[in-house]
Each structure stands twice: as structure tokens, then as C-alpha cells.
């Protein structure tokens, strides 16, 4: 199969690489640029691990060509903390017990950043709208809708 | 099997890419992708088109044109589509709905479509390979179109009698166990003139109740003058059974919801 190449920013690095014509990015995101942040739980869009932020809109990976990125931002989940300091999300979403295996928090903190970008003080309505379309095994959803809450309040409290 | 995806300029030369054999539209790919990363060797080479034709919302002269690749979030948030948010937001979650365009929903097998049942309802016509042709139309030959659907359009005015409900069982975001849209019009004495109503999973793409619209023009929207098209809804149907329902289910609530529906 014919490789093409692909020039995106990812967390604001410049990336180019060669993909396979119909690579999804999900597989060039953790196989080519090596940002394993996002997970392939389904493939079929229904699970949100997968999710990422392109040039500003929550996406689903597995089910997003590499080849339609040329050109756009990305933001994954690796690209959140900076300088050693965890993005409050992250924060938030440790204190609130939010992650147990874990496999669904990067997918998760996704849908909660692009809610939170265009949302900034969001009703709990909002967050479980949010969160609808992505799955978690674990945590019975509640510790992650109080985290995303916390991490607005305190979004807010830095701005003040 | 490894895709290719191919890019071009125009919808006229992505249409004769289209007749290679093994090829596919590639829309904003919820349903195409997920077919080919599911195995589907149906899907060799995928073909899509940047044409700004596929773009953009225009309200002009009392028409509504949505481009095909215009996707259920941007129609969700338009401001002078407010009645429209209701389908837009009912396909998927927030990222599906920033993927999944106007075009796929056209395509959607059941029990997907929901934003195609909303269009049926409102009497749109579909723009595809250069003919616009009524949705019914569309709809009925549309396993056969190898025509790139470009637009879809209908009256601004439809919007004003226009009503639309979903049921799922999972929420806020689940897959249709039906849905429903209607758009009536009201003569000067409260009775209802005239009566478009779309359903969705009640076969494999949606469908127009045309014995309860014809029930439904002159009666009342109340419990009593409802009832004769409640009774007739179920005419023609043939829901399918999957994992959120049986067919029985379905056609046992459907006048439940059409009643709500028009009473609400
Ligand atoms: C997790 C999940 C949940 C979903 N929930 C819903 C839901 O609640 N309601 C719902 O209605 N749907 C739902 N869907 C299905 C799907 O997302 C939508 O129907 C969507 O609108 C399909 O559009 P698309 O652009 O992604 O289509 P694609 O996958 O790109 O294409 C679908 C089909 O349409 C053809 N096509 C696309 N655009 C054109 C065009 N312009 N001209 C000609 N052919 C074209 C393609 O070739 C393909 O055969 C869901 C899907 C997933 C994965
Ligand atoms: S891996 Fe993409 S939604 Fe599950
Ligand atoms: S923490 Fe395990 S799936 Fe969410």
C-alpha cells in the first residue's frame, strides 16, 4: 500500500510523517508519532478512548483517516501537563479517584477539555452531555463528572 | 484489508473516481471507517472531495441549502435552525456529531437516520450527480446511486410546524429504539390542513406515515382527534428486531410516542 505523507501539529510540535494511505489516526498517532495517550478500546466509535481535540472539535481517532489531518492541530491527552504540572483536568481527575484502570481516562479528559474550552463553567448536565459518548468499565461515571466539575471551578478560580 | 483514500478537487471528478469497483464515499466516515476497521473488504479505496459545493449552510429566499458534508454539531449550533438542533443533536455523542455529516445520515441504514427522518418530514430535496430529486426518491434508490450527494434543501417556512422526538434507552446518547418528525400546518379554526410525518426504524430506511397524515388533516390535536391517526400509524410498517429492540416492541410504542408527540 502506497505511504503518504502527513504534516500536523500535535501539541503544538510540528510532526511529519509517512502513513499509510487509509491509515486511521488513532494507528499513526500511537504507531508512527509514538503519543500511545489515546486508546484503541473499540474501533467502531463507540467507546470515545480514542479521542483527541483537531483543530478545536472533540474527534474519534479510529474512526478519522490520518490523511484528512494534514494541516490541523491535534491535542492528545499527553500534551496536557506542563513543565511537570498536571493541567488541572488531570489533577482533578486524580484527587477524585476519576481513573481506576485507567484506559478510558485520556479518551475522557478529551471530551472534558473540548467541553470545558467552549464551556468554561459548565451545569452537571452539560458534563454527563459531554461525556455521552464515551464508555467507562470502571468508575460508575460519578467520580468523573466531579472531577470535571472541580476542574472547572478551579479553571475559574485561576482566571479570577 | 488496508484502505487507500483518495482526495480530489471537485465533486465531478470524485464521482468518476466513485465507478472504480471497490469504492466508497467517504463522508466525515462514522459508518465507513467503522465498516473497514470491522473487516468489511467491501471497502477497498475510499473517495472524498474538498469541493466548498459540499459546504455551508445558506438561508436565502425563504430556502434553507445545507451542504452534504456540513456536519450534525454545525447544524446543532446555527442559530437560525434552532428546531433543527433537536435531530442534529439526537445522532451520537459530542464527537460523533462533529464528525457525522448531513450526506452519511442519508445513507444511514436503520436503526440510524435519524437527522434523514427530520429532513423526510420536512419535504427536503436531495441535490446528487448534477438532478435534484425529492427525498422520497432519493431514499428509494439510494442503495443503487453511485452520485455524490452534494446538497439538501426545503423551505424555511417548514421549520415553523416542525416536531421531532427520539427514544432511546441509554441517555442522553443512545441508538434509536424510533423516531419520529412531523411538520403540520393549522387552518384559521385550530384544525390541523395539512400533515407530514416521518418515522425512523420502522423499516430500513425512513418512511412517511401517510394513512395517519391523512387521518390527521382536519382533526384536532387533541386526545380524541389524534386517535384515528394513532390507530393508523402501524400501517406498512416493518420494524426491524436488533439489540435495542424487537419489532413487536417497536410498533407497540409507536402510537404511544407519535400521540406524545403530537400532544406535547
Ligand atoms: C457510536 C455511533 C453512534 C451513532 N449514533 C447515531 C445516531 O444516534 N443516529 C444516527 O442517525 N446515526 C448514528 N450513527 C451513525 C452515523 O454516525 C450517522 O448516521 C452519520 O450521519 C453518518 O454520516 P458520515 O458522514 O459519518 O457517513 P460516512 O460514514 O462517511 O458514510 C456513510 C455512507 O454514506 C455514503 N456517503 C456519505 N456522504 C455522502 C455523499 N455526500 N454523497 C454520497 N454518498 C455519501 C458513504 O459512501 C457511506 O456509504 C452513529 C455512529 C456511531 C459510530
Ligand atoms: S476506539 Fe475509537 S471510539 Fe472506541
Ligand atoms: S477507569 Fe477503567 S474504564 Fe474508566
Redesign the interface.
Same mark, same amino acid.
Given at each position: 500500500?502506497?505511504k503518504v505523507p502527513i504534516q500536523f501539529t500535535l501539541n503544538g510540535s510540528e510532526k511529519a510523517e509517512f502513513v499509510?494511505?487509509?491509515?486511521?489516526l488513532l494507528n499513526a498517532l500511537r504507531d508512527k508519532v509514538g503519543d500511545t495517550s489515546p486508546k484503541g478500546g473499540c474501533?467502531? &466509535?463507540t467507546c470515545?478512548a480514542c479521542?483527541v481535540i483537531i483543530d478545536g472539535?472533540?474527534?474519534?481517532s479510529?474512526?478519522?483517516?490520518a490523511?484528512?489531518c494534514s494541516g490541523a492541530a491535534i491535542i492528545t491527552t499527553a500534551g496536557l501537563a506542563e513543565g511537570g504540572v498536571l493541567h488541572p483536568l488531570q489533577r482533578a481527575f486524580l484527587d477524585a479517584f476519576a481513573s481506576q484502570c485507567g484506559f478510558c481516562t485520556p479518551g475522557m479528559i478529551m471530551?472534558a477539555k473540548?467541553?470545558l474550552d467552549h464551556t468554561p463553567d459548565p451545569s452537571r448536565e452539560d458534563v454527563?452531555?459531554?461525556l455521552? &459518548?464515551?464508555i467507562c468499565r470502571c468508575t460508575g461515571y460519578e467520580p468523573i463528572i466531579q472531577a470535571v466539575l472541580t476542574a472547572a471551578r478551579s479553571n475559574s478560580q485561576n482566571v479570577a | 484489508m488496508a484502505l487507500a483514500l483518495q482526495t480530489y478537487a471537485t465533486v465531478e471528478d470524485a464521482e468518476t473516481a466513485l465507478k472504480a469497483a471497490g469504492t466508497r464515499y467517504l463522508g466525515g466516515g462514522t459508518l465507513v471507517v467503522r465498516a473497514a476497521n470491522e473487516g468489511d473488504v467491501g471497502v477497498c479505496t475510499l473517495v472524498r472531495s474538498t469541493d466548498p459545493a459540499l459546504t455551508g449552510i445558506d438561508i436565502s429566499g425563504g430556502k434553507v441549502r445545507i451542504g452534504a458534508a456540513v456536519t450534525m454539531a454545525a447544524v446543532a449550533r446555527h442559530p437560525d435552525l434552532a428546531p433543527l438542533a433537536r435531530p442534529a443533536r439526537a445522532v451520537g455523542g459530542p464527537a460523533i456529531r462533529n464528525m457525522a455529516t448531513v450526506g452519511g445520515n442519508l445513507f444511514a441504514p436503520s436503526p440510524y437516520g435519524d437527522f434523514a427522518v427530520a429532513l423526510l418530514a420536512l419535504g427536503a430535496s436531495v441535490e446528487a450527480g448534477g438532478t435534484t430529486m425529492p427525498i422520497e426518491a432519493f431514499l428509494t434508490g439510494r442503495d443503487d446511486s453511485h452520485a455524490i450527494v452534494t446538497s439538501v434543501s426545503f423551505d424555511l417556512a417548514a421549520l415553523a410546524g416542525f416536531r421531532f422526538l427520539k427514544v432511546s434507552r441509554v441517555k442522553p446518547k443512545g441508538v434509536s429504539v424510533l423516531s419520529i418528525a412531523a411538520v403540520l400546518g393549522h387552518a384559521s379554526d385550530g384544525t390541523v390542513s395539512s400533515a407530514r410525518i416521518a418515522l425512523g426504524c420502522m423499516a430500513d430506511r425512513p418512511m412517511r406515515a401517510s394513512v395517519a397524515e391523512k387521518a390527521l388533516v382536519g382533526a384536532r390535536l387533541t386526545a380524541d382527534g389524534i386517535a384515528p391517526a394513532l390507530a393508523a400509524v402501524c400501517v406498512g410498517i416493518d420494524p426491524a428486531t436488533d439489540p435495542i429492540a424487537s419489532a413487536w416492541y417497536r410498533a407497540e410504542v409507536l402510537p404511544v410516542h407519535l400521540g406524545r408527540l403530537l400532544l406535547g
Open positions: 500500500m502506497a499509510e494511505s487509509g491509515a486511521t474501533h467502531q &466509535g470515545g479521542s472539535e472533540l474527534r474519534l479510529c474512526l478519522t483517516l490523511e484528512t471530551a473540548a467541553l454527563v452531555e459531554a455521552s &459518548g464515551n | -
